[in-house]
C-alpha cells in the first residue's frame, strides 16, 4: 500500500507569482484535504475534495484553488503569491470526507515565496 | 468557538519520565479528538484518538485523557524515550460533519533528554 505522496518537495517563488502543489492519495481513498502550516503553528484546513468536487472550505481567499483528478489525486493552486502564503502545504487523504475516518497526511511541501 | 488551545509550547523532559500535554476547547458540537505525532521533515502522523463518551484511552505507551465537563483533554506519555522527540499535535473534528475538517492546536515541541 502506497503512502500519500507531495511534489515537489521544496518550491521557492516570488511575489505574485503563482504556484501548483501535487498531491497523490493513499491507495483506495477518494477523500483528499488541504491544510496550510505555518512555522510553529498547527496545520489549517484550506479545502477538501471529494469525488472531484470541493467539499468544504477553510477562511482562506479564493486565489487558493483546487482540484481532484478522476484518480482521486489532487492539485493546489495559489494565485498572485503574497509574502504570507511561505508555509508547509499538507495534504492528506481519508476513506471517506467526513466522520471519524483517519486523515494520512503526506510529507508536504515546503513553499518559501519571497 | 473554533480554536484549540494547546499547552505547554514545549516540553523536556528525562528518558522514563511522562510528559503531559494538555488542550482546550470551546465548541461542544467537537466530537472527536486526535493526537498527531510529528517529526521534521514528515507530514503528522496519527497517534491515537478519543470519543467525548469515554473518559481514558490508551494505546501502548499513549494515553488520552478526556474531561468533558471541563472541555479538556490530555496525551499523557509513559516511560518515555528519546525517539519520542517530536512536535504534537491535539486536533477536534465535528463528528457529525461532512467535510472532516481538523481544527489543530498550535502544538508542543517535546525533548526526551537520554
Known amino acids: 500500500e502506497t503512502g500519500v505522496t507531495q511534489s515537489p518537495t521544496h518550491l521557492i517563488k516570488t511575489r505574485g507569482q503563482q504556484v501548483t502543489l501535487r498531491c497523490s492519495s493513499q491507495s483506495g481513498h477518494n477523500t483528499v484535504s488541504w491544510y496550510q502550516q505555518a512555522l510553529g503553528q498547527g496545520p489549517q484546513f484550506i479545502f477538501q475534495y471529494y469525488r472531484e468536487e470541493e467539499n468544504g472550505r477553510g477562511n482562506f481567499p479564493p486565489r487558493f484553488s483546487g482540484l481532484q483528478f478522476p484518480n482521486y489525486s489532487s492539485e493546489l493552486n495559489v494565485n498572485a503569491l503574497e509574502l504570507d502564503d511561505s508555509a508547509l502545504y499538507l495534504c492528506a487523504s481519508s476513506l471517506n470526507p467526513g466522520g471519524t475516518d483517519t486523515q494520512y497526511f503526506g510529507p508536504g511541501t515546503r513553499l518559501t515565496v519571497l | 468557538q473554533q480554536q484549540v488551545k494547546q499547552s505547554p509550547q514545549s516540553l523536556i523532559v528525562q528518558k522514563g519520565g511522562i510528559p503531559i500535554i494538555n488542550c482546550a476547547y470551546e465548541n461542544t458540537a467537537f466530537d472527536y479528538f486526535p493526537w498527531y505525532q510529528q517529526f521534521p521533515g514528515k507530514g503528522p502522523a496519527l497517534l491515537i484518538a478519543?470519543?467525548?463518551?469515554?473518559s481514558e484511552k490508551k494505546e501502548g505507551r499513549f494515553t488520552i485523557s478526556f474531561n468533558k465537563s471541563a472541555k479538556q483533554f490530555s496525551l499523557h506519555i509513559m516511560d518515555s524515550q528519546p525517539g519520542d522527540s517530536a512536535t504534537y499535535f491535539c486536533a477536534a473534528r465535528h463528528g457529525s460533519s461532512n467535510t472532516g475538517k481538523l481544527i489543530f492546536g498550535q502544538g508542543t515541541t517535546l525533548q526526551v533528554k537520554p
Open positions: 478519543i470519543r467525548p463518551d469515554v
